[in-house]
């Protein structure tokens, strides 16, 4: 079976359930590479890999530059600001340069939504998005899968809340298209001018007040609150936020249950999320961390060493 | 083959078997048994996935099932003896060698497979044979065990008839 994922990786929205198990069953025994005193396989010997960032990023691009790493690709790093994009360089006319250099895949952020498929149809190496606009963070949303699973042992059945600012997030797209696809019940909790206003057609159910939420819920992901986006008026204040969606101990503690909790990161304490819940007994926010690594391994691994032809073939799993 | 592998190793102490995923670690956990029963030393056992070692993952591609690899302890100094169903190629065996320099230095290498079928394509050979079957070019031998498969089998396959 060559190239089960076909030549890219651009969100969960057109992924089978299939292909999401098959990456979560390859990211479990790749997490084992990390913790050896030699943390690195020959796999990926001879690959170049370029980590396109368009915006800004810590987290996301190091984790990518430690997979490739320890799958011994060689890997450049290209910042925005200190390049050619500078000059007025194009996206595409960017990629096609570095094409030219002869590279074998690309890790591409970016502030458009779509801009991950935009660049995958033009060049020929493969791509991987890590984060277009508002649109999907198909990896970040395979980690918090990967999290959840191995807490739980399956996802079927489990109830998942994500609360906060799910209208700007991507995050919270490739979570509601990933885990309903592996048989969880999703739901979303926020303020209803954070909430799409298309979210019925996502067929999740929606709470009002976070109170609902903790109540019904196994799992809780808290969205960063983009505090860049606080001058648009979508909330009174920071302390009204925290006051009515925070989620803070002091709810937990009048859950049926204990909840497991998760937060993609960067935090910002004492609003999405007090310090006490993030660094409870219940918070997996550094298992995520952990977890991002073995994942982004995982679609490396299984995007390589893939023919462009087989990559044609594949496009039937696609249904786009 | 337990025998001759404590034999070979100059005794249990520094011993430690190594299995190939997938049958291989079933091998090694039974020939671990059978050293237990006649020396009455337990003999660490681990499990070597050597998937993402393979020389032709830009050819043939990825294969999608990674197995585990588990060395929980220091392999410096020890006589590691690699276990496999069956040897072939050797590629798979160059591949383990690789894997197993990552972790540590072991004083020596051992290989002890349960069929030898002969066509190597590298200068690799094994210690401890538990079977030599002559098989041609574009035959197959599958190893069946009762853990993974629910029986102990080996077939020959030559041509497509089964024997």
New interface residues.
Partial sequence: ????LGKDLLGLEHLSAEQIS?IL??AE??R??SE???K?????RGATVVNLFFEASTRTRISFEFAEKR?SADTVNVATAASSVAKGETLVDTAKNLEAMKIDMVVIRHASSGAARFLAERIESNVINAGDGTHEHPTQGLLDMLTLRRKFGTLRGKRICIVGDVLHSRVARSNIWGLTKLGAEVAVCGPRSLLPNAMAEFGVQIFDRVEQAIEWADALNVLRLQLERMQSGYIPSLREYNRVFGITQERLDRAPRDLVIMHPGPMNRGVEIDSDVADGPHSVILDQVTNGVAVRMAVL??L????PA?AEAAKGGDRQ | MADEIVERADGSEDLVLVGIQRRGVQLAERLGRVIATREGVNVPRGALDITLYRDDLQTVGPRPIVGKTEIPWAIDGKTVCIVDDVLYTGRTIRAALDELADFGRPARIMLAVLVDRGGRELPIHADVVGRVIDVPRGGRVDVCVTELDGRDEVTMVIAGEET
């Fill in positions: 079976m060559s190239a089960p098959l069953d390859t025994p790749l084992e590479i050896r005193a030699i690195k396989v020959p796999t990926l799958l691994y299984l390589a060493g893939n023919a087989l």
